[in-house]
């Protein structure tokens, strides 16, 4: 009870940064995707994951990323509510992503031939965005 982590920022406010590699296994060529969390610039939660299918494109695993991320960022932002000390984030929180046709795909409510097995396992990240919750940036390392 005497111990804890201290944050000690002016403006704390909640972003996520995904990302993934593509085919990295070297016996099964699955793709490892991730996230973390920040509030003011410290990182509060992270995951990682193995795709328990093979990725057919580089685009697949930073979609399953962006897909996983936006669920849990929704629950952070819900968590972050109930500690008293802390501002509830803004209604629009941004998530990052390294890959523009992922973002693009994402925001585009089209669904291709070559992209429909990926928009119909994650597609609740598209309504996310559409209703203004998540916004979607790109940003390089």
């Known amino acids: 009870m005497n111990y804890g982590l201290h944050y ?13 590699n593509w085919a990295s296994g070297r016996t099964n060529s699955k793709s490892t995707s991730g996230w973390l969390f920040t509030i003011g610039g410290a990182i509060v939660a992270w995951s990682s994951k193995k795709l328990t299918c093979i990725a057919l494109s ?8 962006m897909s996983l991320a936006s669920k849990d960022l929704i629950c952070m932002k819900n968590f972050i509510r109930c500690i008293p000390f802390i501002e509830v984030p803004r209604a629009t929180i941004t998530l990052y992503c390294d890959n523009q046709a992922t973002i693009h795909n994402i925001k585009n409510m089209r669904i291709s031939n070559n992209s429909k097995h990926i928009a119909m396992r994650y597609n ?15 940003f390089t390392y």
């Open 8 to 20: 000690f920022c002016t403006n704390p406010i909640l972003e996520c940064y995904s990302d993934a």
């Open 124 to 138: 609740h990240i598209r309504k996310l965005v559409k209703k203004g919750k998540i916004l979607l940036e790109y």
């Open 58 to 65: 580089s685009m697949e695993p930073k979609y399953f990323a």
